[in-house]
């Protein structure tokens, strides 16, 4: 028979094993499972002047992609399939200097398509390390400003091959492009979360001509969605969030690491006169490489008639 301090010992030491447990299975659970439990939201956006022709845009962001994430390269590639009209990458693409061939290899068919891109602070920086609590009371903006590295990634190349396929670098600049039959006029920025955003140089109304018109940027920054919406955008498209990445069940994200407020940490929501899509994204930095009630995720949306 069990001794009485035999029994008092066990009850000590249960309750921290079963919690070490407990914690041991849920980050198995959320950098193995959910982290390749890639889902695709779908939305209507009723942005189109009446009797225009519905067209599909294919949102991706945040790939974060390093070679050898062959689950992700194999879902991204077979989004094709979808046939959307133009493809809209809002950055955050890479993490890994040799990364480029694996992220174009995931894109695949869609390259073909029309498309569109602008970069995030990860294209241009490799990954470091960071507490990942940090985020709940402070964005990462702060940590670019503390310590200014030179880009270390390939962005340039990533750019290049991405232009080569005839997709628009939209960094600080206007596009023009055909969308199934719709003339659409784009506005883009470069990522305000390392202050290379200069809405100045894409800043005025938009074209009355265009049948549809979108703003594209890597992080949601309420400052430039504000001038993207006051200058007549009728979407706008950023990534960054990766929706909270960590989620508490029943509550959301604990934060946004930018200045949207959490509850349009992802999804289709109003942003003042303009709809505003952001996306949950599809990876992880590799240094925090889990998603907890946040799977990864890219978003077909379809513009149809107001
Ligand atoms: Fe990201």
Redesign the pocket.
Known sequence: MESWEGRTVRKIYAVPLGLLGAGAATFGYASVIERNWFRLRRFDVPVLPPGRPSVKILHIS?A?LTPGRSRLIRWVRSLDALEPDLVVNTG?SISHRDAIGPFLEALGPLLDRPGVFVY?S?DLYSPVFKNPLRYIWRTSKSDYKRSPREPDLPYRELGSSLQAAGWLDLDNRIGRLKVGELDVEFGGIDDSHINRDRYDKVAGPVDPQADVHLGVMHSPEPRNLDRFAADGYDLLLA??T?GGQVCVPFYGALATNCGIDRPRVKGLHRHQGSWLHVSG?LGTSPMAPMRFCCPPEATLLTLVPR
């Open positions: 945040d974060h955050d995030g990860n990534g960054h990766h994204g």
